[in-house]
């Protein structure tokens, strides 16, 4: 099973030039842990801001309508690609204690994310089969449908 058999498609990303409160916002309201950071350009991945991240801000006296997604991203961040293997998905989530990975192009450009629940999710299902399944393209925070 690899990375393109388990990533979550229907994603939001957030471009680095919108504020932590929007980014914040978008992650309670989708009941998710973290959200990837793109450039606007291309579409590559330039970090993820977490819930930990704006946790830490405001812990630290940080106005979240002030501060912008690239100052709180984790830049650098763990991604793989479509063809990487579970185990070595579950791996990376395991010894970097993180809860979602990006999944991207070789060119860096984001196209999917693996949380825990999507490897676990399909892990339990691997004897069923989806029918009709549709992919979508990214949409991003701060740019218009």
Known sequence: MKAVDLMSVDIIAATDNV???EVATRIVLSTINGMPVISRDDGRLLGVVTTIDILRAIRGGGDLTKIMAKELMSSQPV?????????????????NGIMMIPVVENDGRLIG???RSDVLKEILNER????????????TIGESA
């Open 19 to 21: 504020s932590a409160i």
């Open 79 to 95: 991604s793989v690609k479509e063809d990487t293997d579970v185990n070595e998905i579950i791996d990376l989530m395991d010894k």
């Open 113 to 115: 994310v693996c949380s």
């Open 128 to 139: 069923f089969v989806t029918i009709g399944m549709t992919r979508t393209i990214t949409r």
